[in-house]
């Protein structure tokens, strides 16, 4: 290959670079900005729908009831889910920073021993639940997941949205409702 070739196909790929950067650039800010702000599929402000289900490391009732008097981080995902997996970090990061200034429960509708299994080899620490009859996905209006639902210490819906979570995010919308 000549030099005018190479310095060509340099040219196109810089270009096709800088291309490809700006357009995630522009989806990553796009997906913030509609985690940022107030809304999302549910009404907020609303009562968040109750759920009673089951803590798949400990066997323990959890009920959204229970959580009352601290805000509440509700995210819906699957061990199948990419987005997912890849932010189960940031939740476990979140979980720990919290303190137990707020809650996180997790929530998924697989089989509840692949879901102890998943999270255990991974050591994660926060609290899974398994909904396996749908009811509290429904009740969320859940399509896809990931789903995180932001819930203040009176238990109304203040934010709700699809997609991986941003922990600078939620981060700002927990310091938000616990008042740091």
């Not at 968040?48 to 805000?71: E, M, Y």
């Amino acid at each position: 290959m000549n030099a005018a070739k190479v310095r060509y196909w340099v040219k196109e790929i810089v270009i096709m670079a800088a291309v490809f950067g700006a357009v995630m650039f522009v989806m990553r800010t796009i997906r913030v900005e509609g985690q940022r702000g107030g809304g999302g599929d549910l009404p907020v402000g609303q009562p968040a729908p109750g759920f009673h289900l089951t803590d798949v490391a400990t066997g323990a009732p959890v009920a959204l009831s229970d959580l009352k008097g601290k805000p509440v981080i509700l995210a819906f995902w699957g061990t199948y889910c990419p987005a997912c997996r890849e932010e189960l970090g940031a939740l476990e990061q979140i979980h720990r920073e919290a303190a137990g200034r707020y809650a996180l429960v997790t929530l998924s509708s697989e089989d509840p021993r692949k879901v102890r299994a998943f999270t255990q080899a991974r050591g994660l620490s926060f609290q899974a639940v398994v909904d396996g009859s749908g009811a509290t996905f429904d009740a969320y209006r859940v399509q896809s997941i990931p789903k995180t639902v932001i819930i203040d210490a009176n238990g109304a819906i203040v934010h709700d949205f699809v997609g991986e979570a941003d922990e600078d995010i939620l981060r700002e919308h927990m310091a938000k409702l616990t008042g740091g």
